[in-house]
T-cell receptor, first 115, second 111 residues
């Protein structure tokens, strides 16, 4: 399998612009997670989906952030409008849900810089 | 809620053994996992403990004590390539889907 695929890998954008991050989970996985990683806050869970349904979005920092999963093979995380404090690495990850160990497989991340 | 505590950094020499501790608080417990992350890379799964005791996978072992809400990752025969950040993570309390990570322990392996 190709693993979790994220795009773009790197993005530099100006404050106020809309940013859309994309993710294709591993085929057959039924849980999808969006994490944000910064030096100050570590790995934060933003939102996760199970069977395409958002289960917990309590980690989404504010209304500027939104996430969708229209089907089992695609998810987006959108930031509108973006701010410099949104600069971070955004990881998408997927898992088999309640399988043994519930191993989470991470994508390579989208490195976002907002200037 | 859920929270995890682990040391911020550990330094050890090549060939040595190092233990990275993790204490957790969670309202429902479905297991403790460990992940490794090299600089610039993505976290990758190392091990998982659902029951008390030691799980061994090659040079890495992980231990869990549910009564103490405590676990550790043991790395033996350290190699330079083991220099990385190590995260403990807990599942639950909603049946296991939600996984929260600790702040990570940065391991420096010296020659």
């Amino acid at each position: 399998d190709a693993g979790v695929i994220q795009s773009p890998r790197h993005e530099v954008t100006e404050m106020g612009q809309e940013v859309t991050l994309r993710c294709k989970p591993i085929s057959g996985h039924n849980s999808l997670f969006w994490y944000r990683q910064t030096m100050m806050r570590g790995l934060e869970l933003l939102i996760y989906f199970n069977n395409n349904v958002p289960i917990d979005d309590s980690g989404m920092p504010e209304d500027r952030f939104s996430a969708k999963m229209p089907n089992a093979s695609f998810s987006t995380l959108k930031i509108q409008p973006s701010e410099p404090r949104d600069s971070a690495v955004y990881f998408c990850a997927s898992s088999m849900g309640q399988g043994t160990g519930n191993t989470i497989y991470f994508g390579e991340g989208s490195w976002l810089t907002v200037v | 809620g859920q929270s995890l505590e682990q040391p911020s950094e550990v330094t050890a020499v090549e060939g040595a053994i190092v233990q990275i501790n993790c204490t957790y608080q969670t309202s429902g417990f479905y297991g403790l996992s460990w992940y490794q992350q090299h600089d610039g890379g993505a976290p990758t799964f190392l091990s998982y403990n659902a029951l008390d005791g030691l799980e061994e996978t090659g040079r890495f072992s992980s231990f869990l004590s549910r009564s103490d809400s405590y676990g550790y990752l043991l790395l033996q025969e350290l190699q330079m390539k083991d220099s990385a950040s190590y995260f403990c993570a807990v599942r639950g309390p909603d049946g296991g889907f939600k996984t929260i990570f600790g702040a990570g322990t940065r391991l420096f392996v010296k020659a």
